[in-house]
């Protein structure tokens, strides 16, 4: 096992900014009625620091960061 | 009309079972504790409000979270409307429901016993409230009465939760989940009704004896409810592994032809007849099928109704029923069912139904609780079972009545 960054969403707080997906187009895009869909799997490690700072502006702080642990191929 | 296990005993139309027949007709419970457990999880017991989580398992980390007091949560709010087969038990096996309450209290150490049932199933509370008043003076101290208010989403247990501590019915996000912190901070077990009537007999009678019951591997019997096109529609307990045509047959059959079958009421799928009829009721079986057994319901769709119909009155209402909390699931759901009734009025049109394909995939797994997820995935059944209707539709929703 070894661990990655996951980005999450608080669904109830979250109310539509569409901020996070301006700053993170990378990983979040925003639905037909401007609420963020995030990419599937972990955040890629070089777009930790600009995740970071999508989490920090998000205005009702419903974005989230966590490690979590990450099944390898050796250990699934 | 009697039933296997859990309806066994007087006609059901003579409504409640006393205290003191059922003790006398049933005895005593025998196991308790690790031992109750230890028993559930070899019985293949598995949760009926609709998730069919193994329930050995939820009562081991309810026990592995509460360093002492947790809370039991009794879900008897059955709020799915094709469904009955929990008022059909509440009200005529109470204490079959209290004994397992109670033996989950006992087992787990809990502090409190809420029974949380839905405020429109009056005659289910009635009984219950009597047959709680003949429960022992220590039962009665630790439990509770609370009326679940009747919208679709107040039975998630979360939701359920939140209305016992705030008088709100509406999901909280997860984690923490409800036998994490549920009422008032303790690790709680939310159970439904039919789940612990099972726990008051394998109490009895042990792991074993549940899983002689049983057909095509499958373990123990089941509440279900045959609603729709059939002669006698009403509750049915089953063996689990019966065939959605036997089940049929024991309600006396279809009432004429039938295009497709709903398992599972509205979070499961419809399901083209001819296949349907030998699909074998079980959770296991039905889920390697990629459905889901929900609370029970077989809902027998006969071929002059429209199946588009049918699915965008049902849309319309899952959607009204969300909670309103959630981006994804308040403006999905409500999309999806709008354009499922653009169909159903004005007629087949390409780009709606490109749209709802779509957004089936945009929407899942994104509200605080799976609401959504369920009615997306009971559309997505709708748009592969009824794909050449939805295609060619015509406009003539206003001449179909509900
Ligand atoms: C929207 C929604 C509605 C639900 N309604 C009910 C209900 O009315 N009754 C019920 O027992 N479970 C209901 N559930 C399932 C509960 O969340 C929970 O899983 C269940 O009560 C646990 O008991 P069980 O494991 O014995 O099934 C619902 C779930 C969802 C997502
Ligand atoms: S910035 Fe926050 S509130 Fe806005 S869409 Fe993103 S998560 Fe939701
Ligand atoms: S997903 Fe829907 S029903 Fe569930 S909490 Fe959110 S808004 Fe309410």
């Known amino acids: ?76 | 009309m009697t039933g296997l296990r859990l309806l066994a005993g007087p006609d059901l139309a003579s409504g409640a079972e006393s205290d003191a027949n059922h003790s006398r007709r049933l005895g005593a419970p025998k196991l308790s504790g690790r031992a109750l457990i230890e028993a559930l999880a070899s019985s293949g017991l598995t949760g009926r409000g609709g998730g069919s989580f193994p329930v050995g398992t939820k009562w081991r980390a309810v026990a592995a979270a509460s360093k002492g007091s947790p809370v039991v949560v009794v879900n008897g709010a059955e709020g799915e409307p094709q469904s009955h087969k929990d008022r059909v038990l509440m009200s005529t096996r109470p204490h079959l429901v209290l004994d397992g309450a109670f033996l989950a209290a006992h087992t787990l150490r809990a502090r409190e016993v809420i029974v949380y049932i839905g405020e429109e199933h009056r005659a289910a509370r009635a009984a219950m409230d009597r047959a709680l008043a003949e429960r022992t003076e220590s039962e009665r101290r630790i439990a509770r009465m609370v009326g679940a208010p009747q919208r679709y989403v107040a039975g998630e247990s979360r939701a359920a939760v939140h209305l016992i501590e705030a008088g709100v019915a509406t999901p909280t996000t997860a984690p923490p989940r409800s036998h994490e912190r549920g009422v008032a901070g303790a690790p709680t077990l939310v159970q439904n009704v039919e789940t612990l009537a099972h726990v008051a007999l394998i109490a009895r009678y042990g792991d074993a004896w549940f899983r002689s019951a049983g057909r095509r591997g499958a373990a123990g019997t089941l509440l279900i409810t045959v609603a729709g096109g059939v002669k006698r529609p009403g509750v049915l307990e089953v063996e689990a592994g019966t065939t959605i045509e036997e089940a049929v047959a024991m309600a006396d059959g279809p009432s004429g032809p039938a295009s497709a079958v709903l398992i599972g009421g509205y979070f499961g799928a419809w399901v083209a007849a001819a296949k349907a009829w030998e699909l074998p009721l079980d959770a296991a079986a039905l889920k390697t099928e990629g459905f889901n057994l929900g609370c029970g319901v077989v809902g027998v769709l006969p071929a002059g109704r429209c199946g588009v119909c049918d699915t965008a009155r049902i849309m319309r209402y899952l959607a009204e029923e969300s909670s309103a909390q959630c981006g994804p699931c308040f403006f999905g759901l409500r999309a999806l069912s709008d354009a499922c009734s653009r169909i159903a009025e004005r007629g087949a049109n390409r780009d709606e139904i490109a749209r709802l394909k779509r957004w089936v995939v945009e929407v899942p797994g994104r509200g605080a609780c799976r609401h959504p997820d369920g009615a997306v995935m009971f559309l997505r059944s709708a748009l592969a079972t009824f794909a050449d209707e939805f295609a060619a539709h015509p406009a003539h929703w206003r001449q179909q009545p509900a």
């Open chain 1, 1 to 76: 096992m070894r661990t990655a960054l996951r980005l999450s969403i608080d669904r109830i707080k979250c109310d539509g900014h569409g901020l996070c997906a301006e700053l993170l187009p990378e990983i979040i895009r925003l639905d037909d009625w401007g609420y963020p869909i995030i990419a599937a799997g972990p955040v890629p490690e070089g777009l930790a620091p600009l995740a970071q700072r999508a989490v920090a502006s998000c205005p009702v702080l419903a974005l989230a960061l966590a490690l979590a642990l990450q099944p390898t191929a050796a250990s699934k």
